[in-house]
């Protein structure tokens, strides 16, 4: 990962962490606000119900006043006064003053407690009313309405209950009405928006779930709170119990407050949150991008430079020398690194080449030093024999004669040999298939290998028939292999598995020529590609430096994998065109 | 100067006297307004609507259209209508009904024996019809003696097919219109028996109760069901209420899973938590009666208690039951607004002695209940013949679990009647509770010539009904 990209990433996290850090914070202050607010706006509610229970349970007091002034009520009174009163004619009585009325619960009395008429329940009559239950005289007359439990006969029904009494005579009518307690009631309220308002109700689905929480308050007969539900349907439930005139919890109102506008809101802060990040994190980009700039480009510039000069191009331009800052250091620390390196390695070049030189000269001495010598002995012999018999002489002479022509075409091939190493010619390009020059260059060591006095060797080809043409020099490059085939065939005096074989590789293909001889040592693999180095008792030295030679024409490279006794491996990898390097 | 007196006080009563004959006269013409929550859809003795309620009105409503051979006056008596006299042989198994002559079918044409011997043979109930001149042969294979008083029954009037929907009587009224939610009569003018005052009826289906008696108060109706329970209120708004003799009963029927004798002591405490005295008396405001026998004296002659059961409430506390047996689904009618106040009353009845008990009045389906309160027709004249009826309606199921006996035949004697009852009420399967009498509104114009609008034994009596002079001037509908 490059420096900019890395410079960039980092501004990228930093902001994007900046932007999570101030969401978070923001979000939960919100929260926190929603909270407050939502309790205050419940506290809010919690007072409008019971200001608005106040003003029902004054009408309903109102109503049942009224009820017990009605004709109806004072007519009943009078007439079961008389001994010939006749309570059936009362039974449907209550149904019509509570539906005139709009109560929701009315029951006519006898002073003995038994129900005359009842609006919610007509077939009760002639049962004891619930509140003579226990046997007592009389109910009180309650001056204001009381939350009271109502048996229906298909449910538990709360309703706020008052009663009057009317009395004629020694005659008294009890009235006890009310009105029910329930969501519609509820629902004169005027709720803010996302607010709603709920009797818990045994069984009822719709506060099904708020059962635990009921049950918590009916317990501890005082508020509770809780968060209800999942998704967006979550709200903040607030449960009220709401007692009889004994204590018992009647029912539990329930005050629930959608989330959904804290959610809405959550909602923006994240979406703002998120392109808040998006835009810090491209504004960033861009920043980073022209700081990173700023401060790499000295960098690259000094890493191409650096490259550069891994890849041999040593007389660089000295990079940003002029930047200041560690940077400047560094590329002024580098200027002057590659100017000394470059000068050693000039001075190395030139003491390679006196160290060639006198290679060379060691082994032209060497190589001209054997001729010379009986050159110089025949030419002795020559000056003796001038003083033999002339028939005597003549038989030296030519005898000196041979010796020296042999001794002349001796200097003469050593010299061609040299020569022409340093005349090796340009190579030819075209395309030729690889497979097909290693086939002919084995094909002229046929004879070689099958003859019946030396040792066997067996020849392994792995031609691999994908290898596509290639751009080379066909005659240079089987001279090449036929150095190298001969090398292995001489690496085995007792025989042994010559490999050769074929592969494509990365933008060309590699040529591996393997034998299973001595090996080489440390010492001799480094030298091995020398001019005129040689391990062999009659070799120039001159083959592998060939290779080498026609490898490098090639824009290829060479080179060798050995252990002693374990054999050697010459690879070589030519490019598919001339104009490209093998890297 | 006496004499001067008398003649003074003659010529000043004359215009009241003769005021006094003009109203007690009454008027030819005018449309009778009927309301009723029924719906009937056809008019066809030989097809009976499967809802109990559509069927009686039916039955009414057909007996002002079709004619019996005979009749059954409200106090019992056998008289002649089609057919002028009858006679049998010595053991009742051979009919001749003699027909009156010169009666006209609604089309105009005369209506002959064999027609009448057709109509019946429609209808037949195990006998054969021939004619013989202008009598009308009935055959039995058994003795029939209370042929008669079965020809009575509306299902038994003569109605003769002109095509396959269509049938002309010779009642005092033809049929004019049948609609969805009404249907108009019109004045038979050829009727043997003579000519309705009224020149039409208009009968509207489908009417809640609660519309009716609106409708009755705003003086948009003539004549109106009401509820026993609404009776009160419509005297005590000056109308005038009539009533029949009960003609519904109401039981309470345990279903086959509560029929088993484990069950014995829920139904026995159930039953006797019963207060027919409070429904009869307070719910149905003295209108009903209280209910311990099937059948009501009028029909069997013999006192309820004959059936083995007596009014006194026996309740008792059921917390003695298993409390799986405490819990009781009573299902009722959701169309029969007296069934749900007896309903209701059964409930708070149960609830005090411990049980607890559902009342379901489902317009649907619903859950298997355990006990229903079932609605029994009583309007026949023949005990065996209400025992039938009442099989009928609670079901074979209902009955096997009740009895092993089988319903007594129609001539069965009337020591068979009371011992099928006795059965049927015997491990308190079928818990009879009150009888209700049909009740009608009328308005302040509704007269009738004799007798009520409506006879105690529910037949309609509009022949016999004139509108005064107000609603007569009400427009033709």
Redesign the interface.
């Given at each position: 990962m490059t420096l900019r990209l890395r410079l960039f990433a980092l501004v990228a996290v930093l902001v994007t962490l900046t932007v999570v850090l101030v969401t978070s914070v923001v979000a939960s202050s919100a929260r926190q606000a929603f909270a407050t607010l939502d309790a205050q706006r419940t506290a809010a509610i919690a007072a409008q119900i019971r200001r608005e229970f106040a003003v029902q349970q004054d009408q309903i007091a109102q109503r049942l006043e009224r009820i017990a002034a009605s004709d109806t009520v004072q007519r009943t009174v009078t007439e079961l006064g008389r001994s010939t009163a006749d309570?059936?004619?009362h039974?449907?009585d209550a149904g019509p003053l509570a539906a005139a009325q709009g109560l929701d619960f009315l029951d006519l009395v006898d002073d003995r407690g038994k129900i005359l008429s009842s609006a919610q329940?007509?077939?009760?009559?002639?049962?004891r009313h619930p509140a003579w239950a226990d046997g007592g005289a009389a109910a009180p007359a309650t001056p204001a309405a009381l939350l009271q439990r109502i048996d229906l006969?298909?449910e538990h029904a709360v309703g706020f209950i008052a009663t009057r009494t009317v009395t004629a005579g020694d005659h008294r009518l009890y009235v006890i009405g009310g009105r029910r307690l329930d969501d519609q009631f509820l629902a004169a309220l005027v709720l803010p928006e996302g607010m709603r308002v709920r009797l818990y109700r045994d069984g009822d689905p719709a506060t099904d779930a708020m059962r635990p929480l009921a049950a918590r308050v009916r317990q501890t007969r005082q508020d509770a709170h809780e968060r209800i539900g999942g998704g967006d349907g979550v709200e903040s439930v607030a449960a009220i119990p709401l007692s009889g005139h004994d204590g018992e919890v009647l029912a539990v109102l329930l005050i629930a407050s959608s989330d959904r506008e804290l959610s809405d809101l959550m909602s923006r802060i994240r979406w703002t949150g998120v392109l808040a990040g998006a835009l810090g994190i491209a504004l960033g980009c861009g920043v980073s991008y022209l700081v990173a700039s700023r401060v790499t480009r000295p960098i690259e510039s000094l890493v191409d430079a650096v490259r550069d000069v891994a890849d041999g191009r040593w007389n660089v331009d000295p990079p940003a020398t002029d930047a200041s800052g560690e940077v400047g250091a560094l590329a002024r620390s580098f200027a002057r690194m590659t100017a000394q390196l470059s000068e050693q390695r000039d001075r190395l070049v030139q003491a390679e080449r006196v160290a060639a030189w006198r290679e060379l000269a060691r082994r032209l001495a060497h190589e001209l030093k054997n001729p010379l010598f009986p050159l110089r002995i025949t030419i002795d012999n020559l000056r003796r024999a001038k003083a033999l018999a002339p028939g005597e002489f003549d038989e030296v002479f030519d005898e000196s004669l041979g010796t020296l022509t042999t001794g002349l075409a001796s200097l003469n091939t050593v010299v061609a040999r040299f020569s022409d190493f340093a005349r090796m010619p340009v190579p030819e390009f075209a395309e030729v298939p690889p497979n097909d020059i290693v086939r002919h260059a084995l094909k002229l060591f046929d004879a070689q290998l099958a003859a019946a006095d030396r040792p066997p060797i067996r020849v392994a080809s792995d031609l691999d028939a994908s290898v596509e043409p290639i751009e080379a020099d066909a005659d240079q490059l089987g001279r090449a292999l036929l150095n190298l085939l001969l090398n292995a065939i001489d690496a085995m005096p007792q025989g042994g598995e010559l490999t050769i074989r074929t592969r494509r590789a990365k933008g060309g293909v590699r040529i591996d020529v393997a034998d299973t001889g001595e090996g080489l040592t440390g010492e001799e693999r480094a030298r091995l590609f020398t001019p005129y180095y040689t391990t062999k008792q009659h070799g120039t030295g001159l083959g592998l430096a060939i290779v080498q030679s026609v490898v490098a024409d090639h824009r290829g490279r060479i080179w060798v994998e050995s252990e002693p006794g374990r054999g050697t491996t010459f690879h070589i990898e030519l490019p598919q065109s001339h104009e490209t390097h093998m890297s | 100067m006496r004499r001067f007196r008398f003649v003074w006080l003659a010529i000043a009563s004359a215009p009241l006297a003769a005021a006094a004959v003009h109203g007690a006269r009454a008027q030819y013409g005018g449309t009778l307004r009927v309301e009723t929550r029924a719906n009937v859809h056809a008019l066809d003795p030989t097809a009976t609507p499967l809802d109990r309620v559509d069927a009686a009105a039916a039955r009414r409503i057909e007996s002002l259209v079709f004619d019996t051979l005979t009749h059954v006056d409200p106090a019992g008596g056998l008289r002649p209508r089609l057919a002028t006299s009858w006679e049998s042989d010595r053991g009742g198994a051979r009919w001749r009904f003699h027909l009156r002559p010169g009666v006209a079918l609604h089309d105009g044409t005369a209506l002959e024996a064999w027609q009448v011997a057709a109509a019946l043979r429609a209808v037949s109930a195990g006998w054969s019809t021939s004619i013989d001149g202008d009598a009308v042969l009935i055959e039995s294979q058994r003795p029939r003696p209370e042929l008669p008083w079965e020809l009575a029954d509306a299902r038994f009037a003569v109605a003769v097919r002109r095509s396959s929907s269509s049938v002309v009587g010779t009642g005092p009224f033809r049929l004019e219109r049948i609609e969805a939610s009404r249907i108009i009569l019109r004045a038979h003018d050829a009727c043997w028996s003579a000519r309705p005052f009224l020149d039409a009826i208009e009968i509207m289906m489908g009417r809640a109760g609660a519309a009716q008696l609106t409708d009755l108060e705003s003086n948009r109706a003539d004549i109106v069901d009401v509820s026993p329970?609404d009776a009160?209120?419509l005297t005590d708004h000056g109308l005038r209420v009539i009533t029949t003799r009960p003609l519904q009963g109401y039981a309470l029927v345990f279903e086959p899973h509560k029929a088993d004798a484990a069950s014995d002591r829920l139904r026995e405490m159930f039953a006797g938590s019963l207060?027919r005295s409070?429904i009869a008396?307070?719910?149905l405001?003295?209108r009903a009666e209280p209910a311990v026998a099937l059948l009501p004296s009028w029909v069997s002659g013999y006192p309820e208690a004959f059936a083995g059961r007596t009014l006194t409430r026996t309740a008792k506390a059921a917390d003695r039951l298993p409390p799986e047996q405490r819990t009781v689904s009573l299902r009722v009618d959701s169309a029969d607004p007296v069934a749900r106040?007896i309903g209701?009353?059964i409930?708070?009845d149960a609830?005090?002695v411990g049980f607890t008990?559902?009342?379901q009045a489902p317009a649907g389906l619903a859950p298997r209940p355990d006990v229903r309160l079932v609605r029994i027709t009583l309007d026949a004249n023949i005990p065996t013949l209400v025992l039938a009826r009442l099989v009928a309606e609670l079901g074979p199921r209902a009955l096997s679990l009740a009895t092993a006996e089988q319903p007594p035949p129609a001539d069965a004697p009337l020591a068979a009647a009371l011992a099928f009852e006795r059965a049927l009420l015997q491990g308190s399967m079928i818990v009879p509770v009150v009888r209700v009498p049909d009740l009608y509104g009328l308005a302040d114009g509704v007269e009738a010539f004799s007798g009520e609008p409506v006879d105690a034994t529910g037949t309609w009596n509009f022949a016999n009904v004139s509108l005064h002079a107000a609603a007569r001037s009400r427009g033709r509908p």
């Open positions: 309570p059936a004619r039974v449907g329940t007509p077939a009760r009559f002639g049962y006969p298909s | 329970a009160r209120r207060d409070a008396n307070v719910l405001q003295g106040l209701d009353r409930a708070v609830r005090e008990v559902t009342v």
